[in-house]
């Protein structure tokens, strides 16, 4: 069980759109429809911003958008905001009631 | 408001055991329909998925810790617990207790503790 692969980092412009990449296997993004994002600051737990691949928790800003396509699964991010600056990480079901995460993403605000 | 905490100690020598306690409020844990995952951190690296436990008792590990690594629950007092055995340096992390329950997502997450592996 292999973490699933992330860009290190990412960076955009207030108001840019960025996509944030998260590359798995058939053992796991490919095969399940269970994949989640997280968004993380410095010091802080992480909070759940993208479940099921695409969906959005209440009170998740409708500028977080998940999609997923063979076995890698992306995070967009439109309208950029200096918010967002923070790290991203995704997680996939992997079978057998185990989960794997990514290997997580900066994301800068320039 | 469903709330998580993790406490233990910050300080493990290399061989022994880490234990750590997740106390949960809010919401009774055998009540809900969560399950109770343990996630950790180590510097400047991802987060890794330890493994969730059922207040029922029912348990999936990682299988990279599955050998070291024993959930419980202590319904009593609401609290889930961890114990990794036979750590190393690259145990140190900050552990978190994260609850996985409405969204099949890790949708409410302890604050962490963190947990260095020195001698």
């Known amino acids: 069980q292999s973490a699933l692969s992330q860009p290190a980092s990412v960076s955009g412009t207030p108001g840019q759109s960025i996509t944030i990449s998260c590359t798995g296997s058939?053992?796991?993004?490919?095969?399940?429809?269970?994949v989640s994002w997280y968004q993380k600051y410095p010091g802080k737990a992480p909070k759940l911003i993208i479940y099921?691949?695409?969906e959005r928790p209440s009170g998740v800003s409708y500028r977080f958008s998940g999609s997923k396509s063979g076995n890698t699964a992306s995070l967009t991010i439109s309208g950029l905001q200096a918010e967002d600056e923070a790290d991203y990480f995704c997680c996939s079901y992997a079978g057998s009631s185990t989960y794997v995460f990514g290997t997580g993403t900066q994301v800068t605000v320039l | 408001q469903l709330q998580l905490q993790e406490s233990g100690p910050g300080l493990v020598k290399p061989s022994e055991t880490l234990s750590l306690t997740c106390s949960v409020s809010?919401?009774?844990?055998?009540?809900?329909?969560?399950?109770w995952g343990w996630i950790r951190q180590p510097p400047g690296k991802g987060l890794e998925w330890i493994g969730n436990?059922?207040?029922?008792?029912?348990?999936y590990y990682s299988p990279s810790l599955k050998s070291r690594v024993l959930f419980s629950v202590d319904t009593s007092n609401n609290q889930v617990s961890l114990r990794l055995s036979s750590v190393t340096a690259a145990d140190t992390a900050v552990y978190y207790c994260?609850?996985?329950?409405?969204?099949?997502?890790?949708?409410?997450w302890g604050q962490g503790t963190v947990v260095t592996v020195s001698s």
């Open positions: 994260a609850g996985f329950g409405n969204y099949d997502a890790f949708d409410v």
């Open positions: 058939r053992s796991d993004i490919g095969s399940y429809k269970l």
């Open positions: 436990i059922h207040y029922d008792g029912i348990t």
């Open positions: 809010g919401v009774s844990i055998t009540r809900s329909n969560y399950y």
């Open positions: 099921e691949g695409s």
